[in-house]
């Protein structure tokens, strides 16, 4: 047999309301207090954090003295000296001899290539400007002014002018022309004026020619100077 019974609260009402407070206030509580866990984990964490990085620095600054105590040491400072008066005596021997060009290598050349029957009455070298030092001239008669010197692609300079007769007319100056093409020191050359000399016999003819060096011309040693080290 059951009896529906109903639930009386016979308490007054400030009672309920003083539970009801009760309880936000320890929910407040727990949550204050999970709250400031949380923020002292994070802080014990930021804390190593920032040993961690002193410690690193105390470590990076102890290998810089190192280092900077190994830069002071004299045996280095004298290596460093050494190597500055290297680069010293680099500079004022290729200011003295950077771009210099075997001039008898190329008359040697000349005299090699020379057509027969041609004969040279004036040659005329200009080193330009990169060489460094002045125009060197061999001639055997009238000098003509030289062209100005163009530089190349490597930075060398220089260009030569030649007065010729040859016997064959105008057949000399186009051999002298094919056979400059072939030589090595030599990257440019053309005939300027080919004219015939009326009343001579076999019909002598008088050419100009010019031409400009090839880096070849450079001696030895200048090609040794351009790499930056000494001869």
């Not at 620095?57 to 040491?73: H, T």
């Not at 009455?121 to 055997?140: E, F, K, R």
Request: hydrophobic share 40%.
């Amino acid at each position: 047999m059951t009896s529906n019974l109903r639930r009386v609260n016979l308490l007054p009402p400030e009672v309920g309301a003083e539970r009801s407070q009760t309880k936000v206030r320890v929910i407040v509580i727990v949550a204050n207090v999970a709250l400031i866990a949380i923020l002292g984990l994070l802080y014990v964490m930021k804390v190593g954090e920032v040993g961690a990085a002193n410690s690193d620095l105390k470590a990076q600054q102890a290998k810089n003295e190192g280092v900077r105590s190994q830069i002071n040491d004299p045996a280095l400072q004298q290596v460093v000296q050494k190597d500055a008066e290297r680069t010293a005596r680099v500079q004022m021997v290729s200011t003295a001899l950077g771009g210099e060009m075997s001039f008898p290598r190329f008359l040697n050349e000349i005299s090699l290539m020379l057509p027969k029957g041609v004969w040279l009455t004036s040659l005329s070298i200009d080193s330009g400007a990169a060489a460094g030092a002045p125009a060197g001239n061999a001639s055997s008669g009238a000098q003509a002014p030289a062209p100005t010197p163009a530089a190349d692609s490597s930075g060398t300079s220089g260009t030569f002018q030649v007065e010729a007769k040859g016997k064959c007319g105008h057949d000399d100056a186009a051999e002298w022309l094919d056979r400059m093409h072939a030589l090595p020191s030599v990257s440019e050359v053309w005939v300027s004026t080919s004219a015939k000399d009326p009343g001579t016999p076999c019909e002598v003819a008088t050419f100009s020619s010019d031409g400009s060096f090839s880096p070849t011309i450079q001696t030895l040693r200048s090609q040794v100077l351009a790499q930056g080290r000494l001869p």
